[in-house]
T-cell receptor, first 112, second 114 residues
Framework: ETGVTQSPTHLIKTRGQQVTLRCSSQSGHNTVSWYQQALGQGPQFIFQYYREEENGRGNFPPRFSGLQFPNYSSELNVNALELDDSALYLC???????????FGEGSRLTVL | AQSVTQLGSHVSVSEGALVLLRCNYS??????LFWYVQYPNQGLQLLLK??????LVKGINGFEAEFKKSETSFHLTKPSAHMSDAAEYFC????????????FGRGTSLIVHP
């Protein structure tokens, strides 16, 4: 049990639609990152937020956007969904003392 | 820039046998190295990490890994496999300091036979 909660756990969308995924932690850690894990692949870094500001971004287009709120919870938004966006989306909070990442169980997105 | 190569997408062992999962990395700076485990329908959990100091690192569940700079490797081992070890294992590398954002390998699925 990592104390990181993601919602929804599963969802199905169609091409062109928009999706919002949510992540929160009980830990009080203020740095959250999002990853996309396609089937049979390792997690790919999307972006990271620290105290409500994006402070790192991977190789993902602008239609992937995010937010972090004052309580350090976070959202990942994906616009104009494509079939290749089908994946498990993971969020993780980082312990600033050890650098360890604490992952949620993920949101599995299927785009039809 | 960093990258990770995990040799073998699947490794199959018998219960009680040695587990060896291979990881080679590329990094332009001294790396931080990690092994994560992912059980079905769950997120990733840290098994162990190397930052500085002792090159043999012990982790949870009896796993350990050795950082070998000359071989740019960080292989994961466990002397005796247990059925509960069946999972997906990911090696990751990041740069020291900074934001600790790791680059993950593609993963190795460990299959344990009774």
């Amino acid at each position: 049990e990592t104390g990181v909660t993601q919602s929804p756990t599963h969802l199905i969308k169609t091409r062109g639609q928009q999706v919002t995924l949510r992540c929160s932690s009980q830990s009080g850690h203020n740095t959250v990152s999002w990853y996309q894990q396609a089937l049979g692949q390792g997690p790919q870094f999307i972006f990271q937020y620290y105290r409500e500001e994006e402070n790192g971004r991977g190789n993902f287009p602008p239609r992937f956007s995010g937010l972090q709120f004052p309580n350090y919870s976070s959202e990942l938004n994906v616009n104009a969904l494509e079939l290749d966006d089908s994946a498990l989306y993971l969020c993780a909070y980082r312990d600033p003392n050890t650098g360890e990442l604490f992952f949620g169980e993920g949101s599995r997105l299927t785009v039809l | 820039a960093q990258s990770v190569t995990q040799l073998g997408s699947h490794v199959s062992v018998s219960e009680g046998a040695l587990v060896l999962l291979r990881c080679n990395y590329s990094s332009s700076v001294p790396p931080y190295l990690f092994w994560y485990v992912q059980y079905p329908n769950q997120g990733l959990q840290l098994l162990l990490k190397y930052t500085t100091g002792a090159t043999l690192v012990k982790g949870i569940n009896g796993f350990e890994a050795e950082f070998k700079k000359s071989e740019t490797s960080f292989h994961l081992t466990k002397p005796s496999a247990h059925m509960s070890d069946a999972a997906e294992y990911f090696c990751a590398v990041s740069a020291p300091g900074g934001s600790y954002i790791p680059t993950f390998g593609r993963g190795t699925s460990l299959i344990v036979h009774p």
